[in-house]
């Protein structure tokens, strides 16, 4: 093995390994317990000491949800879930109608935050809207 080859695949490991070790470190960042305390303008309910859902394992990363829809525009149906979660609902008022998530806890999980992680927000959401 020349030292250039060596080189180039070692830089690739390494940068493998520096990849994952960020992510983890990320990942454990936007931990409920962590995150309402170091950044507590990133959600309303940090400054009432509040969760969103009531588990002991709440992960903020992936608020809102890779699998929410809206659309501004639209007359009736403003929000819906792509994969029609069976913990989603329904909440109608004055004719119009939006997902209600509050039963669902689906992206606060960090099993499902690793599967779809990105360190862009935006692109893990790309799909919320058209
Ligand atoms: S119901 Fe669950 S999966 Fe569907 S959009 Fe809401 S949080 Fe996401």
Not at 27 to 39: A, G, H, P, V
Not at 62 to 82: I, V
Not at 98 to 119: A, L, N, R
């Amino acid at each position: 093995m020349s030292y250039l080859s060596w080189f180039k695949n070692h830089s690739k490991k390494h940068q493998e390994i520096v990849k994952k070790v960020a992510t983890f470190e990320l990942i454990e960042y936007f931990r409920w317990e962590n995150i309402s305390k170091t950044d507590i303008d990133f959600c309303p309910l940090f400054a009432q000491n509040r969760k969103c859902h009531d588990i002991s394992n709440l992960n903020c990363y992936l608020c809102a949800c890779p699998n929410f829809r809206f659309d501004d525009s639209a007359k009736s149906l403003k929000s819906w879930c792509s994969i029609d979660s069976k913990d989603g609902a329904k909440i109608e008022h004055e004719g119009i109608i939006h997902q209600d998530c509050s039963k669902c806890t689906i992206p606060h999980d960090e099993g499902y935050i690793k599967k779809h992680f990105d360190s862009s927000w935006l692109k893990i959401m790309k799909k919320c809207h058209s």
